[in-house]
């Protein structure tokens, strides 16, 4: 079997099967459009950005995490929860049927555990369980860490993947704990609330996903009882202005006004001039090197590297933190050069 899936490439995807998940939550099953024989690499806690049909500007692109795991070797599968008025959930959600194909993006982003042997402390909220369970199952699955999960819901029916996880616990009664939050019962959980659950495994490393007050919450959380922010991951929902689909680099032009990048990307290590008026990804695809990447606006994370040398500017940063930026995290889609000389790496 061969992967596809290298960043910069387009995947066409087909849906297998549609699976009625909650009274307002589909997950869609893909397969590779074109061959079946192919599988696609991805990690734990990736994302899908999906090309959406629209009469009204020709297509929307919306990102959607993996719900599947890699070990589980099936189709890639991801979990569209509607927003109320949205249009791309609502469309994926009544019209995407056995046989559609959408435009997909390759998996991308950096919510992923760096040891499948680490214990972690998972929260989610809503459809925010998305990348938490492929996160968890493959600990559960293919590493040997312990996982607490926190996960709130408003009330017991909207709950998604409860089958899922109740099977897990019982199958790894002594590696997988389980705690629901059921805002009906319980009402909308506070950091203090959320401490006190968290506060036995507040040393481990967190990841958590969910509506903005529910992950400040979490963080608030997280940060009165001292854990680390670096080992604090977030996964932000947001959608996408823009349309990462459509490129055009020609506008990268070789400039006397020129920086020097040294990129590691990929096991290779090229040098090349940055335009200081180019930000750092153009630059990369304009070279021909299949840098990662997706919303190009500054709001997933897919196409992060670290600065190892030199200094450069972000333009926009929706989602790297102090904690971050501290360890020389970039969004490469808004990085300008501040230094004659840069060094970047991907790995
Ligand atoms: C990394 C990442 C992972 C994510 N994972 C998930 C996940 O696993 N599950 C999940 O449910 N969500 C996930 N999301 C959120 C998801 O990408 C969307 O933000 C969410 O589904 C809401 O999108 P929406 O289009 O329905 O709503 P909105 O973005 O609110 O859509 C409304 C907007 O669409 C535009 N619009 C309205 N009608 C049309 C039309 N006919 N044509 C074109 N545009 C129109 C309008 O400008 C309006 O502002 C993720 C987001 C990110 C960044």
């Not at 893909?30 to 024989?37: C, I, Q």
């Not at 958590?208 to 009882?225: I, K, N, R, W, Y």
């Not at 929902?237 to 590691?264: K, M, Y």
Request: net charge negative; charged share 20%.
């Amino acid at each position: 079997m061969t992967a596809q899936g290298r960043p910069g490439e387009i995947l066409s995807l087909r849906v297998r099967q549609v699976i009625r998940e909650t009274d307002d939550a589909v997950s869609l099953e893909l397969d590779l459009a074109a061959e079946r024989s192919t599988s696609i690499d991805y990690r734990p806690g990736q994302f899908l950005t999906l090309r959406i049909p629209s009469e009204l500007t020709g297509s929307v692109s919306r990102c959607y995490s993996l719900s599947s795991a890699p070990h589980e070797g099936g189709p890639l599968k991801v979990t569209v929860k509607r927003t109320p008025d949205g249009y791309g959930s609502n469309w994926l959600c009544d019209n995407a049927v056995a046989g559609t194909v959408v435009d997909a993006l390759p998996p991308a982003g950096v919510f992923t555990p760096a040891s499948l042997d680490d214990d972690l402390l998972l929260f989610a909220a809503g459809s925010g369980i998305t990348p938490v369970l492929s996160i968890l199952k493959s600990v559960l699955a293919a590493g040997a860490g312990h996982c607490t999960l926190i996960y709130a819901n408003r009330d017991e029916r909207s709950v998604i993947f409860a089958a899922a996880l109740a099977d897990l616990s019982a199958r790894h009664p002594d590696r997988l704990r389980v705690v629901h939050w059921l805002e009906t019962l319980q009402g909308l959980p506070t950091s203090a609330q959320l401490a006190a659950l968290a506060r036995p495994w507040a040393d481990r490393e967190a990841f958590v996903c969910g509506p903005g007050p529910f992950m400040d919450a979490v963080c608030a959380a997280l940060t009165g009882l001292g854990a680390d922010r670096k080992r604090v991951h977030v996964e932000k929902f947001v959608s996408l202005n823009g349309n990462p689909f459509e490129i055009d680099t020609s506008e990268v032009t070789d400039s006397a006004d020129s920086a020097a990048v040294e990129v590691d990307l990929d096991g290779e290590t090229r040098v090349l001039p940055w335009p200081r008026g180019q930000v750092l990804l153009d630059v990369l695809l304009a070279n021909g090197l299949a840098a990662p990447y997706s919303c190009r606006e500054g709001a997933c994370s897919a196409c992060t590297c670290r600065v190892v040398s030199g200094r450069v500017r972000m333009r926009h940063n929706e989602v790297l933190d102090d904690a971050d930026l501290t360890e020389g995290y970039v969004l490469a889609c808004q990085a300008v050069p501040v230094t004659d000389t840069v060094r970047v790496t991907y790995s």
